[in-house]
């Protein structure tokens, strides 16, 4: 049975495209049959499940593809405007980016209404990759920290998480240490959700993270306080 998840998990594109075509048909699952020829059905032994295991096995992978594929669409916003020649671009969920200078003359041709994506990076601190989807470039850009505080107060975005899920860095630099009974999720967080930040943030005092995006919250105790944030004169620098 384990062979089976396995060769099942290694397929996961495939499976995910035939979902994402259904979908589209208005059809909610997918058959594993109709995703497979009769040889991969047979290689990977599911021809030897009863039919009551393949509905359970099918339940299993459709849940599982929604799941996953929902989550990766689920970074996708729109362009609202470019602002200041290139320099700052104003995103659908009400984010201001500032644009590194060496990417300027790519954003002034990027238009409103163009999808983009952020994507992590392990750049100096504060740094992450837009992905403009419509045209297939990428570039540099941080986060307007001076235009989101007035915005959302405190509202952040996960800059990066270690592998233990016992540390959590948000975008203005601010690091927490998560309560070890709460490590376990935080693991499935992901860098550009964004947490809200529950109690008073001051330095050993402890908090509660709300994750906007998976709806549940950890106890933590803030280690190292944010950064100043930079004056727009240094940004363009």
């Known amino acids: 049975m384990y062979r089976i998840i396995f060769l099942l998990l290694v397929s996961a594109t495939t499976f995910g495209d035939v979902y994402l075509n259904k979908k589209i048909q208005g059809i909610e699952k997918i058959n ?3 995703a497979m020829t009769p040889r991969e059905f047979a290689n990977t032994g ?8 393949l509905r359970t096995l099918q339940t299993w992978m459709n849940d599982h593809i929604k799941e996953e594929f929902e989550k990766s669409f689920s970074n996708v ?3 609202q405007e470019i602002l200041k020649g290139g320099g700052k ?3 659908s969920d009400g984010s201001i980016w500032n644009v590194a200078a060496h990417h300027r003359s790519v954003t002034r041709k990027w238009a409103a209404g163009h999808q983009v994506e952020l994507e992590a990076t392990r750049r100096p601190s504060g740094t992450y990759r837009l ?3 419509t045209t297939s470039q990428f570039i540099d850009v941080k986060k307007d920290l001076a235009r989101a505080e007035k915005q959302t107060p405190g509202l952040q975005m996960i800059e990066s998480i270690n592998r233990s899920g016992s540390h959590v860095t948000l975008e203005d630099g601010s690091v927490y240490k998560v309560s070890l009974f709460d490590k376990q999720t935080t693991r499935k967080w992901q860098p550009t959700d964004e947490v809200e ?7 050993g005092g402890r908090v509660r993270l709300y994750n906007k995006s998976s709806r549940d919250s950890v106890e933590a105790i803030l280690l190292f306080e944010a950064r100043k944030p930079k004056s727009e004169e240094e940004e363009d620098k």
């Open 32 to 34: 594993l049959q109709e």
């Open 197 to 203: 930040i529950r109690g008073q943030a001051l330095r």
């Open 89 to 91: 671009v104003s995103l």
């Open 77 to 79: 916003m729109e362009i």
């Open 131 to 133: 992905h403009n989807l």
């Open 46 to 53: 599911l021809n030897r499940l009863t039919p009551q295991e």
